[in-house]
């Protein structure tokens, strides 16, 4: 299910790396987690991890918007959800759903609706070098990710990620009494484009905020060390620059990413991030300060010479399978990955050698996933993105979820395995169309 590759070179250029560094191990998707970062676990808690849980659903609340794309718990169990493409904030509770308003969004709509006119770059007579996927891809601009402040109850800052297709931003936010008040811009001048913003946000452990930006369609940037383009940064929370960061002067954390769609801390402090790849393989890696990894020179294991950090799992991505992955959350017992294509999480079980065994959690007709988070409550919640526009490869049929195909050749069936195909894909195509919602699961060993 989990499939590795050990030689994934796509191009025999070697590119500068950032920090060369020990690169993880990563064989049969097994990584010890004593390589997961420059601190070992802090307890021995992963020995009880069950090879196997159950999910079960115990919440389901439709957010009421299209183009779901970032959510965010707030303290009273409420969660709040961006609409990409509409520029919306709404709080979904249980007792129902609140559209937000205010000056501050007003502000970020402003900028997502209203990029700047940019001239055309004169031509040079040599043509930048794209990926397979680098075609034009639907204008992508929007609301991405949302966090709330460390400090909320005290200050009431919602931090979020805007893009316009041409540059992005972070902005601060003060929300009090269902309206956005005041707006902060923390960073301007990120790099976008028409797809691969990046977007993710969130606060990690040390108390920092981060944020991944996308290669904006110019893979080459996300190797060079004057561009944020294809990096995870790391800020203060008013947008300084940390004085721990890797380089001076810089908000970069990571480099040499196609396009980090979502990330999350384990309780040792590691950092885990997913990303889909173009053509070759998706990654789960985890993020060590001045690490690169490898984009676009290396898709998937087998940087090591090369001087880059292999990801921790990667998923071997073919004409009809692509796990596609949209988010991650770490529990204490297991790593759980979103699938956009793949209609499913993935469950990776924590031992104290490392990931143990991989187990395929197939969680109902909810159709793409995308945003995953750990509730305060210790609970999995997961944000469905049926209604997306995202430009993604779409997979002929989910990873590990094969619903027989409709055989061809005629349009009446005749045999009872041909209805039940053809009920299978009307089924599947009813499932995709669904309205999109926070689904929480409890997890029983």
């Known amino acids: 299910m989990a499939d590795t590759h050990s030689n994934t070179l796509r191009r025999t250029t070697k590119r500068r790396t950032w920090l060369h560094v020990a690169a993880l191990a990563c064989v049969c998707g097994l990584v010890p987690i004593a390589t997961w970062g420059t601190q070992g676990p802090e307890t021995s808690d992963y020995s009880a991890s069950p090879a196997g849980v159950t999910?079960?659903?115990?919440?389901?609340?439709?957010?009421?918007?299209?183009?779901?794309?970032?959510?965010?718990?707030?303290?009273?169990?409420?969660w709040l959800v961006t609409s990409r493409s509409?520029?919306?904030?709404?709080?979904?509770?249980?007792?129902?759903?609140?559209?937000?308003?205010?000056?501050?969004?007003?502000?970020?709509?402003?900028?997502?609706?209203n990029p700047p006119q940019v001239e055309a770059p004169a031509t040079s007579g040599e043509q930048e070098e794209k990926d397979a996927d680098s075609e034009p891809s639907p204008d992508e601009a929007g609301l991405y990710g949302i966090a709330v402040s460390p400090q909320y109850s005290e200050d009431g800052y919602i931090y979020a990620f805007a893009s316009n297709g041409t540059t992005s931003r972070i902005y601060r936010l003060h929300y009090s009494g269902n309206r956005l008040w005041e707006s902060t811009v923390i960073v301007d001048n990120l790099p976008a484009g028409a797809g691969?913003?990046?977007?993710?946000?969130?606060?990690?452990?040390?108390?920092?905020?981060?944020?991944?930006?996308?290669?904006?369609?110019?893979?080459?940037?996300?190797?060079?060390?004057?561009?944020?383009?294809?990096?995870?940064?790391?800020?203060?929370?008013?947008?300084?620059?940390?004085?721990?960061?890797?380089?001076?002067?810089?908000?970069?954390?990571?480099?040499?990413?196609?396009?980090?769609?979502?990330f999350t801390w384990s309780a040792d402090g590691v950092m885990l991030a997913v990303e889909p790849g173009a053509d070759y393989a998706d990654e789960l890696n985890v993020?060590?300060?001045?690490?690169?990894?490898?984009?676009?020179?290396?898709?998937?294991?087998?940087?090591?010479?090369?001087g880059y950090t292999d990801p921790a799992i990667s998923w071997l991505r073919t004409d009809s399978h692509a796990v596609d992955p949209s988010g991650v959350a770490v529990t204490g017992e297991g790593i759980y990955v979103a699938s956009y294509?793949?209609?499913?999480?993935?469950?990776?079980?924590?031992?104290?050698?490392?990931?143990?065994?991989?187990?395929?959690?197939?969680?109902?007709?909810?159709?793409?996933?995308?945003?995953?988070?750990?509730?305060?409550?210790?609970?999995?919640?997961?944000?469905?993105?049926?209604?997306?526009?995202?430009?993604?490869?779409?997979?002929?049929?989910?990873?590990?979820?094969?619903?027989?195909?409709?055989?061809?050749?005629?349009t009446t069936p005749?045999?009872?395995?041909?209805?039940?195909a053809q009920a299978a894909t009307k089924a599947r195509t009813a499932m995709l169309k669904a309205p999109d919602r926070i689904v929480t699961y409890k997890i029983t060993p």
């Open 86 to 113: 509409a520029v919306t904030v709404t709080q979904v509770a249980a007792s129902g759903n609140t559209e937000l308003s205010g000056p501050a969004l007003d502000d970020v709509r402003s900028f997502v609706f």
């Open 341 to 410: 294509s793949g209609e499913r999480m993935w469950r990776y079980q924590l031992t104290t050698a490392g990931l143990g065994q991989v187990q395929s959690l197939e969680i109902g007709a909810n159709g793409r996933l995308g945003a995953i988070a750990v509730a305060y409550s210790g609970d999995v919640a997961v944000l469905t993105a049926n209604s997306a526009t995202r430009s993604v490869h779409t997979a002929k049929t989910p990873y590990d979820l094969l619903p027989p195909e409709t055989p061809t050749g005629g």
């Open 55 to 78: 999910l079960t659903r115990i919440a389901s609340e439709p957010v009421g918007l299209k183009d779901p794309w970032g959510a965010t718990q707030l303290p009273d169990g409420s």
């Open 196 to 262: 691969r913003n990046g977007g993710a946000l969130g606060f990690g452990s040390d108390g920092y905020l981060y944020a991944s930006i996308g290669d904006a369609g110019k893979p080459r940037l996300a190797g060079d060390l004057e561009s944020l383009a294809g990096k995870i940064i790391r800020l203060g929370a008013d947008g300084s620059y940390p004085a721990t960061n890797p380089l001076t002067s810089s908000l970069m954390w990571s480099a040499g990413h196609r396009n980090v769609t979502g």
């Open 287 to 306: 993020i060590q300060a001045g690490h690169n990894y490898g984009w676009p020179d290396i898709e998937g294991t087998g940087g090591e010479a090369a």
């Open 414 to 420: 005749d045999t009872d395995a041909e209805k039940d």
